[in-house]
Nanobody, 123 residues
Framework: QVQLVESGGGLVQAGGSLSLSCAAS????????MGWFRQAPGKEREFVAA????????NYANSVKGRFTISRNNAKNTVYLQMNSLKPEDTAVYYC????????????????WGQGTQVTVSS
């Protein structure tokens, strides 16, 4: 069992930066691929970024590539999402997810989800 708790959301102006964190419980964290998804009002949940268990492989949605960076610290059971050059269209609830297929940075079928954290980007 893995429990995920996100933090770091908030309100920021366009062009600004935010850093999200996701703290995981359980020793199995380091075997899981981790990632971030987001859901804007009235839209489907969409993939944002993912990282393999070792941190050696990452994957990003085209809409965030070059602006967002995902990383993890297995010693701290934490995964991060650094978001730069934020745009109003990045406004959404951001969810952390864990996938037991640890070597794949695609999170095609996450096993666990966090409760989400709100990110709002004003224009």
């Amino acid at each position: 069992q893995v429990q995920l708790v996100e933090s770091g959301g908030g309100l920021v102006q366009a062009g600004g930066s935010l850093s999200l964190s996701c703290a995981a419980s359980g020793r199995a964290f380091r075997t899981y691929a981790m990632g971030w998804f987001r859901q804007a009002p009235g839209k489907e949940r969409e993939f944002v970024a993912a990282i393999s268990w070792s941190g050696g492989n990452t994957n990003y949605a085209n809409s965030v590539k070059g602006r967002f960076t995902i990383s993890r610290n297995n010693a701290k059971n934490t995964v991060y999402l650094q978001m730069n050059s934020l745009k109003p269209e990045d406004t959404a609830v951001y969810y952390c997810a864990a996938d037991s297929n640890g070597s794949s940075p695609y999170l095609s079928s996450p096993d666990y989800w966090g409760q989400g954290t709100q990110v709002t980007v004003s224009s």
